[in-house]
């Protein structure tokens, strides 16, 4: 008589794993089948079921605590899983999805989530963070020293939809410096190369190559990103594309570089900092902002400017850290000096002056 009780538990195990039953719901008919016994032994804790059952309420208490604690964690991770899977898609799906899945999803490689760990495990990223960078949009424009690097770690970093603006084709004298290319790539374009690149280091995103300008009148191609990097070596392309980002509402991330030296800023007059007419009204006079082929350029030091570019547009599509919009960054490579500058809107600005503030100015 004094296994019986012990011997009903296992028997009601027993018959849900026969039914299939997951052990959550085990769990939860046995603490069911503990409250009724609960019941009986505070109704009649002299009666012959208290012999019956050979424990008195206090041990039967103990017992149910413990399943009680057991089976609140059970669910706790249960929950946390759902959500997971909700988020990242079910790795034990793979090779079964029902319907395609839009590359930049984590569901279409069942090894996402160990790619992208190094974020996940970041505080200031993690799982929310990541999946705002797998729906982010990112326009580069230029694939040369700049949006070589930047190009990789955003692709490396996941973000979703990547598109990458160049005209021209690789040469040779790139190579020192544009490390996205190889000496077989030399003649192509280096939009359609940048592109492949970026493709075989992550599969699961989406690029855009364009083997074209960005400048005035595309303020409609811009509106279909989230954010904007400017890699391009000319002034008046330059001035271009902050006209045609102002138009469009798209933030501006912007390097630039220089034998030695570095800058790096955010423009972004919609959030109430300055745009590139602000801070440079008027084209440099001739001689004075020669082009890397003319003045010459350290060979690492775009991949440093470049990568601050991507860490820059990880910050601003994430929200972690401080963005530099109204701070210009000024790296000097041969000194190893940084320092950071304050710029402001200018009402007169030309371009951005009929936007309002949104935030107070830096």
């Known amino acids: 008589m004094a296994l019986l009780l012990p011997l009903g538990l296992l028997s009601i195990v ?30 009649a804790p002299a ?10 309420v206090r041990a039967w208490l103990a017992g149910g605590v413990i399943l009680a604690l057991i089976l609140g964690y059970a669910g706790i991770v249960r929950n946390m899983r759902s959500k997971a899977v909700a988020l990242w898609g079910d790795p034990q799906e793979q090779g079964r999805l029902p319907v395609p899945v ?4 984590l569901a279409t490689d069942p090894e996402a989530l160990e790619r992208y760990g190094r974020h996940i495990v970041l505080r200031e990223i993690g799982g929310p963070g990541q999946a705002k960078l797998r729906h982010a949009s990112v326009l580069i424009i230029g694939a040369g020293g700049l949006g070589a690097p930047a ?11 990547i598109g990458i603006a160049d005209p021209d084709t690789v040469s040779l004298s790139n190579l020192q410096r544009q490390i996205i290319y190889r000496s077989s790539d030399a003649g192509r374009p280096k939009a359609q190369a940048a592109g492949e690149a970026m493709r075989a280091l992550n599969p699961l995103i989406e690029v855009q190559a364009m083997r074209r300008g960005i400048g005035a009148g595309d303020e409609g191609l811009l509106a279909s990103f989230d954010l904007v990097l400017d890699g391009t070596d ?7 594309i902050n006209a045609a980002c102002v138009a469009a509402g798209v933030p501006l991330i912007a390097g630039s570089i220089s034998q030695w030296e570095g800058q790096l800023t955010t423009y972004d007059p919609a959030s109430g900092g300055p745009c590139f007419a602000c801070i440079f009204p008027q084209a440099p006079a001739p001689g004075l902002a020669l082009s890397c082929a003319e003045a010459g350029v350290a060979g ?63």
């Open 300 to 362: 690492p030091l775009p991949g440093v400017i470049g990568s601050m570019m991507a860490l820059e547009a990880i910050r601003q599509i994430t929200g972690a850290g401080q963005n530099m919009v109204g701070q210009m960054l000024v790296y000097d490579g041969l000194y190893g000096e940084t320092r950071r500058i304050a710029v402001t809107r200018r009402p007169d600005c030309p371009v951005c002056s009929g936007l309002g503030s949104g935030a107070a100015q830096a």
């Open 14 to 43: 027993a018959a849900a794993w026969v039914m299939g039953w997951g052990f959550l719901r085990v769990l939860a008919v046995l603490f069911l089948v503990w409250l009724i016994v609960l019941a009986l032994m505070l109704a």
């Open 102 to 105: 839009r590359p930049g999803t």
């Open 47 to 56: 009666s012959e079921f208290t012999a019956f059952g050979t424990m008195d």
């Open 151 to 161: 190009a990789l770690y955003l692709a490396a970093a996941g973000v979703g939809r």
């Open 234 to 240: 000319s002034f008046a392309g330059r001035r271009d």
